[in-house]
């Protein structure tokens, strides 16, 4: 089965905040293995689009570097596993320790 993990970027690196990032990179994982991966534009940030986007496309984890509260409740409640507050690596390095089960949520970025 592929997972398919997003994280939220703006000039492709991690953004402070996912509701202001430029594009999604989604990281199609298989057997613990990152085959494949796609950078999608969001639709227009508005309460809940993110979320329901990723839904969508299938992703089941996000990995930001800031989310507000009732962000991280409406990626809750469409079955989205959240990790904030990772450390501003290389994308790939993030989902690596993802996938190692490395990757720990710290303080949040964002202050809404």
Do not use: W
Not at 21 to 49: Q, R
Not at 64 to 69: I, K, L, N, V, W
Not at 85 to 107: A, R
Request: hydrophobic share 35%; proline share 7%.
């Amino acid at each position: 089965m592929i997972k398919k993990i997003a994280i939220p970027t703006t000039n492709g690196k991690l953004s402070a905040h996912f509701g202001h990032c430029e594009k999604f990179a989604i990281y199609h994982v298989e057997n613990n293995e990152i085959i494949k991966d796609d950078f999608l534009t969001p639709p227009p940030h508005e309460p809940g689009s993110h979320p329901a986007f990723l839904r969508e496309y299938g992703c089941s984890t996000i990995i930001a570097g800031g989310m507000g509260s009732r962000a991280q409740n409406l990626f809750a409640q469409n079955n989205i596993k959240v990790f904030i507050g990772v450390p501003d690596i290389p994308l790939k390095d993030l989902v690596q320790n993802y996938l190692n089960e490395e990757l720990k949520s710290g303080n949040n970025l964002c202050d809404h």
